[in-house]
């Protein structure tokens, strides 16, 4: 069975530095992308970026580019998402996926989401 | 970047009846469109890929239809666990984009 397991919820304060994960089981890591992608409260979904963890090709949306590092070690098959500086706008629910036809989706496998909550 | 615009924002349906929401793109995406069920507390599940294939697990009363720049999600006959928000999301221009949501709401 296909699982993306990701990590718990964080509670950071602005300024701080965050790496959140995404672990993926049932499957080959190493020839699936994972995507990532931002809901913020109350809000729709925002596609971030995506890796190929088999060799690395990382690509973000413009939107993302330079604020968060998406990133992953296949050697315990799992994703990263990090951000060097939280700001109280990047308060929202990240999910991880795994498109089945290509890099751009569609997306059919998610995880449970992890909420970040960035406040003073 | 290719935006997708929903519509109706809201769909006030009873159980039972006919639903039929709409996504729009901003230039072609060709048949590059798939439909996302979320329901509070949950991820997004998807439902149809390729404009009107169903994944895996989707009951028949769903269907998708469009290409090009207009999309339609049609569900024939509400059931009560179908209540949530729809997003579309087009995969033919980079980035992936979403649209804004139809949120199908019991009346």
């Known amino acids: 069975e296909v699982q993306l397991v990701q990590s718990g919820a964080e509670v950071k304060k602005p300024g701080e530095p965050l790496k959140i994960s995404c672990k993926g089981s049932?499957?080959?890591?190493?020839?699936?992308?994972i995507a990532w992608v931002r809901q913020m409260p109350g809000k729709g979904l925002e596609w971030m970026g995506i890796?190929?963890?088999?060799?690395?090709?990382?690509r973000y949306s413009p939107s993302f580019q330079g604020q968060v590092t998406i990133s992953a070690d296949r050697s315990i098959n799992t994703a990263y998402l990090q951000w060097g500086s939280l700001k109280a706008s990047d308060t929202a629910i990240y999910y991880c996926?795994?498109?089945?036809?290509?890099?751009?989706?569609?997306?059919?496998?998610w995880g449970r989401g992890t909420l970040v909550t960035v406040s003073s | 970047e290719i935006v997708l615009t929903q519509s109706p924002a809201t769909l006030s349906l009873s159980p039972g009846e006919r639903a039929t929401l709409s996504c729009r793109a901003s230039?072609?995406?060709?048949?590059?469109l798939a439909w996302y069920q979320q329901k509070p507390g949950q991820a997004p599940r998807l439902f149809i890929y390729?404009?009107?294939n169903r994944a895996t697990g989707i009951p028949a009363r769903f269907s998708g239809s469009g290409s090009g720049t207009d999309f339609t999600l049609t569900i024939s006959s509400l059931e009560p666990e179908d209540f949530a928000v729809y997003y579309c999301?087009?995969?033919?221009?980079?980035?992936?984009?979403f649209g804004p949501g139809t949120k199908v709401e019991i009346k």
């Open positions: 996926a795994r498109p089945a036809l290509s890099s751009a989706g569609p997306f059919d496998y």
């Open positions: 049932g499957y080959t890591f190493t020839t699936y992308w």
């Open positions: 890796i190929y963890p088999g060799d690395s090709d990382t």
């Open positions: 230039q072609s995406v060709g048949n590059y």
């Open positions: 390729d404009a009107s």
């Open positions: 999301q087009q995969r033919d221009n980079w980035p992936p984009t």
